[in-house]
């Protein structure tokens, strides 16, 4: 197996946009996959994190989602881009949907085998995405659960929401409000909440905080990457 990095610059909704695909030339037809990164954008954690999912056996986009050139260097920057990007719930939905398109161009990228992961903003994305009706089979979400404020479509994606405890930015309210969204919709969801877990538990780089609202915590990531194995594993197989 020899996984390849391969930049794309296509024009969708809102400008150019340039991000990466992730995947073994030579594995024939596979199933495509977005990752969206976190609120500063497409970096190398997200390219070496679409290695391994790649190495699962999929044919991988990272998504650029903010523009070609435009990526948060600071807290000050990234938070800019982000009222930026959701600012437009609607126009941000047509820009997901203009990235899942570009997943099929991929080589070999099996017709309605697709499916989504994504972190903080990320996981915005891949709800707004599924929420948008869009014909992708599984969703895994890493934080961020807030409705668009737009009706939904029928969806019909599977979802995995990989929830830490603590995270400020997704309080029991809005936990239970996306179990009661989803749960109206008839979807199949899961849910699994993780103890001493904050938001940004899978960022290596990011110390754990003194009250694990925030920050790395490498069981939360162990686990919830074992999750979503098996979560693609019944999705998939």
């Known amino acids: 197996m020899a996984i390849e990095r391969h930049v794309l610059v296509y024009e969708a909704p809102g400008?150019?946009?340039?991000?990466?695909?992730?995947?073994?030339?030579a594995a024939g037809e596979q199933p495509g996959l977005l990752l969206f990164p976190n609120f500063f954008g497409t970096k190398e954690w997200d390219f070496a994190?679409?290695?391994k999912v790649a190495a699962l056996g999929f044919k991988v986009l990272v998504v650029d989602y903010y523009g070609q050139g435009k990526r948060g260097t600071s807290m000050e920057?990234?938070?800019?881009?982000?009222a930026e990007l959701v600012a437009d719930r609607a126009l941000m939905r047509d820009k997901l949907k203009a990235h899942l398109a570009e997943?099929?161009?991929l080589p070999h990228v099996k017709p309605g085998r697709v499916a989504a992961i994504g972190f903080c903003l990320?996981?915005?994305?891949?709800?707004?995405?599924?929420?948008?009706?869009?014909?992708?089979?599984?969703?895994?979400?890493?934080?961020?659960?807030?409705?668009p404020g737009f009706p939904n479509a029928p969806m019909v994606a599977k979802l995995l929401i990989c929830h830490g405890w603590n995270d400020p930015l997704c309080p029991p309210e809005a936990t239970v409000g996306l179990?009661?969204?989803?749960?109206d919709a008839d979807v199949d969801w899961q849910l699994i909440a993780y103890s001493k877990t904050g938001h940004s538990y899978t960022t290596e780089d990011t110390p754990l905080n003194e009250d694990e609202s925030f920050g790395f915590q490498p069981d939360t990531d162990r686990r919830s990457w074992q999750a979503m194995v098996n979560f693609f594993a019944e999705t998939f197989g």
Do not use: F, W
């Open 15 to 25: 400008g150019t946009y340039e991000s990466m695909a992730v995947y073994d030339p």
């Open 49 to 51: 994190r679409a290695e």
């Open 77 to 82: 920057e990234g938070s800019k881009l982000l």
């Open 103 to 105: 997943l099929h161009k």
């Open 122 to 147: 990320g996981g915005k994305c891949v709800l707004d995405l599924a929420r948008s009706g869009a014909d992708i089979a599984g969703v895994v979400n890493h934080g961020v659960y807030d409705p």
């Open 179 to 183: 179990a009661k969204e989803l749960t």
